[in-house]
């Protein structure tokens, strides 16, 4: 499972060459539906820390959207607060620099890890994902309730579109759905 993996593969470096081959894999296949027919939807690929670090990072991206034909607006990317934290200048000037080529930027597991409000407002971020320990019992804890409301008003009043993952029932829904949140 990619909890066991994951961890091995960023130590061992091997993560910057199977990120960069989910990243081309993600939008080839985005590409193919769409030349069959489907319809357009975005497609999201996690980063870790080392790729997006990688000198060569935008270059990489601009490079797979170029072979596979897909246009930018069809690829998000989703770094998480830990990438927003670190070198915060360099991490600045690529975001922009992906924005400007009309990549969609989101903050995955929002609120687990480094969260600096700075960062929301200096960041091109167009997507909070609430991180699905806050959703899992969201009905029935009131801390949960409070921090999943508090990152969907945050993210309305700075007109970033929040998401929330992993929800399981009707109840988290509905809740979610009464509070203009995605699912």
């Given at each position: 499972?990619?909890?066991?993996?994951?961890?091995?593969?960023?130590?061992?470096?091997?993560?910057?060459?199977?990120?960069?081959?989910?990243?081309?894999?993600?939008?080839?296949?985005?590409?193919?539906?769409?030349?069959?027919?489907?319809?357009?939807?975005?497609?999201?690929?996690?980063?870790?820390?080392?790729?997006?670090?990688?000198?060569?990072?935008?270059?990489?991206?601009?490079?797979?959207?170029?072979?596979?034909?897909?246009?930018?607006?069809?690829?998000?990317?989703?770094?998480?607060?830990?990438?927003?934290?670190?070198?915060?200048?360099?991490?600045?000037?690529?975001?922009?620099?992906?924005?400007?080529?009309?990549?969609?930027?989101?903050?995955?597991?929002?609120?687990?890890?480094?969260?600096?409000?700075?960062?929301?407002?200096?960041?091109?971020?167009?997507?909070?994902?609430?991180?699905?320990?806050?959703?899992?019992?969201?009905?029935?804890?009131?801390?949960?309730?409070?921090?999943?409301?508090?990152?969907?008003?945050m993210g309305k009043s700075l007109n970033i579109e929040?998401?929330?993952?992993?929800?399981?029932?009707?109840?988290?829904?509905?809740?979610?759905?009464?509070?203009?949140?995605?699912?």
């Open positions: 499972p990619p909890i066991q993996f994951i961890p091995i593969a960023e130590e061992s470096g091997l993560i910057v060459g199977i990120g960069q081959w989910v990243m081309e894999e993600a939008c080839r296949q985005n590409m193919e539906w769409q030349r069959r027919g489907r319809e357009k939807v975005r497609v999201a690929v996690n980063i870790s820390a080392r790729q997006f670090h990688q000198d060569w990072f935008v270059d990489s991206v601009q490079k797979v959207l170029n072979q596979s034909g897909l246009e930018s607006k069809w690829l998000e990317l989703e770094i998480t607060e830990s990438i927003a934290v670190e070198n915060a200048a360099a991490t600045q000037e690529k975001l922009q620099a992906l924005r400007a080529m009309g990549v969609h930027i989101s903050i995955d597991d929002f609120g687990t890890g480094y969260s600096s409000l700075i960062y929301l407002k200096n960041y091109p971020v167009q997507t909070l994902k609430i991180d699905q320990t806050f959703i899992r019992d969201l009905t029935h804890d009131e801390s949960n309730r409070a921090i999943a409301q508090a990152i969907i008003a929040v998401l929330a993952e992993g929800v399981e029932d009707v109840d988290q829904q509905n809740l979610l759905e009464t509070k203009d949140c995605f699912l």
